[in-house]
């Protein structure tokens, strides 16, 4: 899936301190968005409340519950990983991804891959993608876990009305 690799490469594009996986309020989740889809993050561990504006008429992605690594980690990660998705009090329901070969280009200091430079790895997961949201506010519940690794993002997504 390419997206996998785009959102890893998102993810891996800013130092920890404006990183949208670090962000405990939702202030970095513009940052370096690509126009074609608005990425949502999780979290490196732990649970966050975020309020995030997202444009109108664009999809959205993101992970439930992820992890890059070798086809052994993913195999691992997956066969333990659930969660789950409550868009506006309905239940979402994640695809789930093996492991798919992915590249991803980092930045220097990011938070998530620690290093710098483009590398191709394995991305795994539980997903979700998003058609475009109706103007308005709106609630996202993600809760995801693997093992002792459990992650969650209560997520206030303001809409704007189209301005065309």
Not at 48 to 54: F, K, P, Q, S
Not at 156 to 164: C, F, H, R
Request: overall charge negative.
């Amino acid at each position: 899936m390419e997206l996998q690799g785009r959102w890893w490469t998102w993810a891996a594009s800013e130092p920890e301190a404006t990183n949208p996986v670090a962000d405990q309020d939702g202030s970095a989740c513009e940052r370096n968005q690509p126009q074609d889809v608005w990425f949502l993050a999780g979290t490196f561990g732990g649970q966050v409340d975020r309020v995030c504006a997202v444009p109108s008429g664009r999809p959205i992605a993101f992970p439930v519950v992820n992890l890059i690594g070798d086809r052994s980690d993913c195999a691992a990660f997956i066969f333990r990983a659930e969660g789950t998705v409550l868009l506006d009090g309905k239940a979402v329901e994640p695809l789930t991804y093996t492991g798919n070969s992915i590249t991803v280009q980092s930045a220097q200091g990011n938070a998530v891959t620690g290093e710098e430079g483009r590398f191709t790895t394995m991305g795994c997961g539980l997903w979700v993608q998003l058609p475009p949201l109706a103007p308005g506010t709106h609630s996202l519940a993600i809760r995801g876990q693997s093992g002792d690794f459990s992650t969650g993002v209560d997520y206030t997504l303001t809409v704007a009305a189209s301005s065309k």
